[in-house]
């Protein structure tokens, strides 16, 4: 009788995507996003986020000195939409992109829209930031023509909708090593492969 393949004592009942071999039940749940980098369609995974519960340490909340009011996402739910579509568009060729390394990024564009020193990354991090500023740049011409303090594309709202990005991030991590939560809902929340150019 065939035993799974990680802890070699119980049925092989689960198929996993990530591994591409059936794995027990008990060894799915506990190596999810710890060993094992579960893909966006694995179902297990998104049952298993469902029933998530993860305390949240309010003190945490990236930039909590920058106010984000209910008026102001109404206000740049345009930009936020965007820069959502730009993110998805960077994440999708790196396949095991983790919450962590998102997370890092997202950072560096915050502190690019603040115009101050962007702090050193690498490897899949670097390649979202790079991508991000690749997608920004296309359209960065056209922020001309928005004129006053009004306009969705101004300084102040760039910033604010990175910080939320950032913050739903933050609020994503559910503490594993390889969490994919935010890059997930990136994927199911923005448009797909054809981001705006």
Known sequence: MA????????KPKRYCTA???NIC???CAANREVTIHCPFECLYLGDSRAHEKVERDPSTLPHRDFELSEAFLRH???????FGAFLNKAARPLPNLTDAEMRAALEAMVQRFKKVDVPALDGPAAQVFESFEQSYGKFH????KEQGADSVFNE???LGVVIFLARM???HNNGKPHCRAFVHYLRATFPAADAPE
């Open 169 to 171: 991030a933050h609020g």
């Open 25 to 27: 039940a008990q060894c």
């Open 76 to 82: 740049a739910d345009l930009t936020i939409m965007l």
């Open 3 to 10: 035993l799974c393949p990680i802890c070699g004592l119980r």
């Open 141 to 144: 011409s056209d922020l001309a």
């Open 156 to 158: 102040r709202t760039l």
């Open 19 to 21: 591994r591409g071999e």
